[in-house]
């Protein structure tokens, strides 16, 4: 692994399953090698002015995260990061083949 990723972070992958109408959610912990990073002033200043209130934060990893649909069934992986949860939102490979790696969008959730 490349010391560009150079830290162990604890993530949570979320499933739902129905029973007889009922859907549950289930969250399963998991480990990754990687870097995060706040969300800077530039990244800020180029989203919608109605989004500003949210925190994000940015993911370098050579692992594959699970990305939330919105209004989907599909549920972003949980990343736990200075005592709050970040869902997945986005994904941006950079497969160039000189290092390899993926930047997520995570957003914030609530507190862990």
Do not use: C
Request: proline share 4%.
């Amino acid at each position: 692994m490349s010391t560009l990723f150079p830290r162990t972070w604890n993530a949570l992958r979320r499933t739902a399953t129905e029973t007889l109408g009922e859907v549950t959610a289930t969250e399963t912990p998991f480990t990754f090698i990687g870097s995060i990073q706040p969300e800077s002033a530039k990244d800020q200043s180029l989203r919608d002015e109605a989004r500003l209130d949210e925190g994000r934060v940015k993911i370098y990893t050579a692992e594959v995260l699970v990305v939330g649909v919105d209004g989907g069934s599909a549920f972003g992986d949980i990343v736990l990061y200075d005592g709050r949860r970040y869902e997945i939102i986005q994904e941006m490979p950079y497969q160039n083949g000189l290092i390899p790696h993926r930047k997520y969008i995570a957003t914030l959730r609530n507190a862990e």
